[in-house]
């Protein structure tokens, strides 16, 4: 059985840090790619970041590029985003996900192979 879960996520002051953890058990994903999605109350599951298993090339979103990364570990099956000088806007329920390509955005929750349940992150100001 496949399993994505989330961990790491927390209550943290404007410009602090969090590192999240997806941990991935069940099967290898090595030529697909891992994402990091959030979602606020009230609004659209928004795309964070992505990586490729296979070669390592990253993605952003524009309003996290230099403040988050995202990296992999392909021996323990983690995936981490380390984010850094957090902002109030940044307060979200953050999801990894995986699929063969590249999903910017969410039409539907099945365009992914899986997700995992979330993590909450707050950011107080």
């Known amino acids: 059985q496949v399993q994505l879960v989330e961990s790491g996520g927390g209550l943290v002051q404007a410009g602090g840090s969090l590192r999240l953890s997806c941990a991935v058990s069940g099967r290898t994903f090595s030529t697909y790619v891992m994402h990091w999605f959030r979602q606020a109350p009230g609004k659209e599951r928004e795309f964070v970041a992505a990586?490729?298993?296979?070669?390592?090339?990253?993605y952003y979103a524009d309003s996290v590029k230099g403040r988050f990364t995202i990296s992999g570990d392909n021996a323990k099956n983690m995936v981490y985003l380390q984010m850094n000088s957090l902002k109030p806007e940044d307060t979200a329920v953050y999801y990894c996900?995986?699929?063969?390509?590249?999903?910017?955005?969410?039409?539907?929750?099945?365009?992914?192979?899986?997700w995992g349940q979330g993590t909450q992150v707050t950011v107080s100001s």
């Open positions: 996900a995986v699929t063969h390509v590249v999903r910017r955005t969410v039409t539907s929750q099945r365009e992914f192979d899986y």
């Open positions: 990586i490729r298993w296979s070669g390592g090339t990253t």
